[in-house]
């Protein structure tokens, strides 16, 4: 069964770092690019940054780029997302996703993590 089991998500004060992973099991995501998004309440789901597995194209939200930083570590099927310089609006719940392209795209995205909540304090 496929699996995205997200964590490292807390909360932290406005200014700070967290690194959220995002662990990949069940079925081989080696075709797959790895997504994170990001949802507050009351917002809809937004892009943050994906990566391929193969080529390590990367893609971020323009708002987001020199911030956030996306990675990945193939030996260990992970996924990687360190946030810097944190600020109350960065308050969400972050999701991992795969799809078969790297892509902005959120109904591209074909398997889906539950959700690791981040919360920054002013």
């Known amino acids: 069964q496929e699996q995205l089991v997200e964590s490292g998500g807390g909360l932290v004060q406005a200014g700070g770092s967290l690194r959220l992973s995002c662990s990949a099991s069940?079925?081989?995501?080696?075709?797959?690019?790895l997504g994170w998004f990001r949802q507050a309440p009351g917002k809809e789901r937004e892009f943050v940054a994906a990566?391929?597995?193969?080529?390590?194209?990367?893609l971020y939200a323009d708002s987001l780029k020199g911030r956030f930083t996306i990675s990945r570590d193939n030996a260990k099927n992970t996924v990687y997302l360190q946030m810097n310089s944190l600020k109350p609006e960065d308050t969400a719940v972050y999701y991992c996703?795969?799809?078969?392209?790297?892509?902005?795209?959120?109904?591209?995205?074909?398997?889906w993590g539950q959700g690791t909540q981040v919360t920054v304090s002013s």
């Open positions: 990566i391929n597995w193969t080529n390590r194209r990367t």
């Open positions: 996703a795969a799809s078969s392209t790297i892509t902005v795209v959120v109904g591209s995205y074909d398997y």
């Open positions: 069940g079925r081989t995501f080696s075709s797959y690019a």
